[in-house]
């Protein structure tokens, strides 16, 4: 009389164990592999810097076209590399709404944005889904929000401030300064570290403004800096602002002063700028493509897919992803978490700068900060430095 009970428990117990088997294979399912993956690139494909933007998102597909082309493989198996591209429009909420687009769209990793506030608003949104987010972004706060999921490409202002107040006292041979920026967390971050610089060096800091990152009307701006005997501007402006800066000294016969901008003005635009000024210098953490072993090759293979010379840090994205590629076979997985966490420990092959490795905080150990000339049609390099 006891059997349909015995048969009953026997049936449950069989229940329970094809249920467990099932759990074990779903989860084992969970990190299957894909037949493809999405990465993201979030950047200012419109406005004043599309140039930029446009020249980084360049940079990732033509390392994305390599991949796909050689074959990309999780686990020994194929997998296809797609490319979700949204523009952040050099603006922070546009920005947070690009990223909860691409987070949406199931992106494994992202690289982007350039604009250092986009970047800072952007990046929570990345954190919560544990998605890696690569910036070119320079600002100190991005790497400060304590989110595992933050990695910086190059070096940071700390260093381009050093770098800025260092070449300014010691190099340009003047007395009266003035430092001027767009307003953004970049722009105004990048000029309070130059003035403190400056000022250590006993420099006397005349005019000290602000604008916003599309003014382009500096009639009033270029007579302060001549009312003051202005040698040298420090300036964080966008390279489309400093043309219109130095036409409106052009129109108060004030040209016999040297620029030193930041790295929005090292671009193949702000080279139209030579001649109109005594100098135009730069500081840069985006170092030439040419500066490298293989940066030669690198150009080559850009002109010919884009029939364009870069405009700013393609060759950083072009690594970026090569080093994300690689991440994620040492992970072989396509869980955003396990590519993350793999990029953290990892010292990846860069084709073109030759390494990328970052610390606790998502810093770039390799990070370097040059200082440029403008002259007969390009940006030459003067000093490079990791210790201003």
């Known amino acids: 009389m006891h059997t349909p009970f015995r048969r009953r428990s026997a049936i449950s117990v069989m229940a329970l164990g094809a249920i ?55 686990k020994g198996k194929p997998v296809a590399i797609e490319i979700v591209v949204v523009d952040d429009r050099s603006d922070a909420a546009a920005g947070k709404a690009a990223a909860q687009q691409l987070v949406d769209a199931g992106v494994v990793a992202v690289i982007g944005h350039l604009n250092s506030g986009v970047s800072i608003e952007a990046a929570p949104v990345y954190g919560e889904k544990n998605i890696a987010q690569l910036a070119i972004s320079t600002n100190p706060k991005f790497t400060q929000l304590e989110l595992p999921t933050t990695f910086r490409l190059v070096a940071n202002d700390t260093l381009q401030a050093k770098a800025i107040g260092a070449f300014a006292a010691n190099q340009l041979n003047a007395a009266k300064f003035a430092v001027v920026d767009d307003g953004t967390a970049y722009g105004k971050g990048l000029a309070d570290g130059a003035v403190a610089q400056l000022k250590a060096a006993k420099k006397e800091v005349v005019v ?74 730069a500081t840069s953490p985006i170092l030439d493509a040419k500066e490298f072993v293989t940066g030669q090759r690198f150009l080559e293979k850009y002109r010919a897919a884009y029939k364009i010379e870069p405009a700013y840090g393609g060759h950083y994205t072009y690594d970026a992803m090569h080093v994300l590629a690689g991440a994620i076979k040492r992970a072989n997985s396509a869980d955003p978490k396990k590519i993350t966490e793999t990029l953290r420990t990892l010292d990846g092959y860069a084709p073109v700068t030759g390494s990328m490795k970052w610390d606790a905080t998502g810093e770039q150990r390799y990070g370097v900060v040059g200082v440029y000339s403008a002259r007969a049609g390009n940006w030459d390099m003067l000093i490079r430095s990791d210790r201003w």
């Open 208 to 281: 000290r403004q602000s604008f916003d990152d599309k003014t382009t009307a500096f009639d009033d701006l270029a007579g302060k800096l001549k009312a003051g005997s202005v040698e040298v501007v420090v300036t964080t402006l966008n390279d489309f602002q400093v043309l219109a800066l130095l036409e409106a000294l052009k129109k108060v016969d004030h040209t016999q002063l040297s620029i030193l901008g930041g790295d929005t003005i090292k671009t193949t635009t702000m080279l139209k700028g030579i001649g109109m000024v005594k100098g135009l210098y």
């Open 20 to 74: 467990s088997i099932s759990a074990t294979l779903l989860l084992a399912g969970c990190d299957r592999v894909p037949d493809s993956i999405k990465i993201g690139v979030a950047q200012p494909l419109s406005g004043g810097i599309a140039a930029l933007g446009q020249d980084l998102h360049n940079g990732v597909k033509l390392a994305v076209d390599e991949l796909n082309k050689e074959g990309f493989k999780i």
